[in-house]
């Protein structure tokens, strides 16, 4: 895993959004410890690789953005197949951990919930979602794309599915599709977003932009430290 001041480097270089930056910050967190990582509609997502991951598999059902991973070769290696069938392709606790990045919220309820169980029974040690807060109205690019939203996720319901919440990207309402920033100019909102996300919204999940799920799957495993504490 990439040492936590390499990797505030690499994203400072890359111009993030200050709040993504503190969202990568914590999923090195939640990952820690976790040598192999399968990245669950990975789409052509370098976050593993910024992470410094050792070994990264990542699996897509959009062939267009499947081909653009390969070509930037975002994970060691890389699956095309459906993401709601993850045992036709994977066996039980083959990885320490499995991920799904804004993806659940491209599946249906249903759906999102056979996701979660199937990533359950892969993963070895944590299985982590990061998803929009409740529904957010998204629509298609292209006519065959995946990215229109189907459902949406509140706090309560992951903590119900025994999901630690923690909310990101700081209030809800600063922010719109895809998570971009909804004011101008954006340096200044986004240095607002993220001070809301440290005196409030990051221990006040049901008002933040975002939310960061994480659990502790496998017998005998520690709780990761919580992102922030």
Known sequence: MRSRAGLILT???EGRDPAQLTLKLALR????GCESVLDVGCGASLTMRQLGVAHT???EGYEPAFDQAKLRRTHDQLV???V???AAYFQARQFDACVALDVIEHQTKADGLRLMEQMELIAARRVVFFTPNGFLPQGHRTPDDRLAHLSGWEPAEMERCGYRVIGFLGPKKLRGQRHVLNRRPALFWGMVSLAGHFLWTRRHAAQAAALLCYKTVGSGQLEPKAPGS
Request: hydrophobic letters at 45%; charged letters at 25%.
């Open 29 to 32: 967190e939640v990952l820690r």
């Open 84 to 86: 709601c069938n993850l």
């Open 11 to 13: 994203l400072l270089r």
């Open 57 to 59: 598999t990542g699996i």
């Open 80 to 82: 095309l197949g459906d």
